[in-house]
């Protein structure tokens, strides 16, 4: 007798897993109709994303809420065509820029805070205060994570905070920043954290906490790596590839349940 035919399985619609473009079905030997609107819609607000304009000076109203100091800078890159040519102009500061944070330098500190636009200053208008709502009492608990500034900079590229870390004499440089926009999330804001911050620091040097958005990481979530990240960073003098993220081995049963949006 021939081999019994095996059991079907149930058919998974994918799709309600993933934001991701899987399962759109096919019109002859195209796409539908449908599909292709949504993409032309996604890659729509991704080129927003990435042109929107930076409210550095209502961003940095917002901020004063948290009860922190928040100085202001900018980068080379004269404007965001510029920024787009240059990005090595997004990775230097402007001369006023390191004149103005060399005034408030003072004594060394632990922690510097960056709030630079990326290539979406949608995802930093949409999360970065939310996020740092969560984060400041996590830094503030046991063994107490001082910030020592904050520091919002438009025109940013990741490694300009190393610059600003080194000109605040700042043992770590945390910078959130809006990543590249993808076309199911133009709005991702993503969390960099470099220990010993120096121009010249490569990404090998530091550690990531991306996908911070609405469908992602939830600000909880986030908030919690990155302290646990800091605290770590501090302690063992390292972030990178020397540090490797345990986070979860010590989070709590349930995070919690806010998210982005």
């Known amino acids: 007798m021939p081999d019994p035919a095996p059991p079907r399985r149930p058919t998974l619609d994918l799709r309600t897993l993933t934001p991701a473009r899987v399962a759109l079905g096919r019109s002859g030997a195209s796409v539908p109709t449908r599909a292709l609107l949504d993409f032309t819609l996604d890659h729509a607000r991704a080129r927003d994303a990435v042109h929107a304009a930076f409210d550095a000076p209502g961003l940095i109203a917002e901020l004063a809420g948290l ?6 800078a900018r980068s080379r890159a004269v404007d965001r065509g510029d920024y787009l040519r240059r990005p090595d102009l997004g990775r ?12 408030v ?6 922690l510097a ?8 200053a949608a995802a930093v208008h949409a999360h970065a205060v939310a996020l ?16 020592g500034h904050v520091v919002v900079a438009l025109g940013a590229r990741v490694a300009l905070g190393d610059e600003i870390g080194a000109i605040l004499h700042a043992r770590m440089a945390l910078m959130l920043i809006g990543e590249r926009p993808g076309l199911s999330a133009p709005d991702s804001l ?3 954290l470099t220990f010993g911050p120096q121009p010249g620091r490569t990404d090998a040097e530091r550690n990531c906490v991306s996908n911070i958005h609405h469908a992602g990481l939830s600000y909880d979530e986030a908030a919690f790596k990155i302290a646990w ?16 993220d345990e986070s979860a081995d010590r989070a709590p049963r349930r995070i919690g349940t ?3 949006g």
């Open 113 to 120: 805070v960056v709030i630079g636009d990326g290539l979406s």
């Open 229 to 244: 990240l800091l605290r770590e960073g501090l302690a063992r003098a390292t972030t990178g590839v020397a540090l490797k």
């Open 92 to 103: 230097q500061l402007d001369a006023e820029s390191v004149e103005a944070l060399t005034r």
């Open 190 to 192: 993503g969390a960099y």
């Open 67 to 72: 009860g922190v100091v928040v100085n202001a």
């Open 132 to 147: 740092l709502t969560r984060l400041v009492p996590l830094l503030a608990a046991g063994d107490c994570v001082a910030i």
């Open 258 to 260: 806010s998210a982005p």
């Open 105 to 110: 330098a003072s004594a060394p500190c632990q």
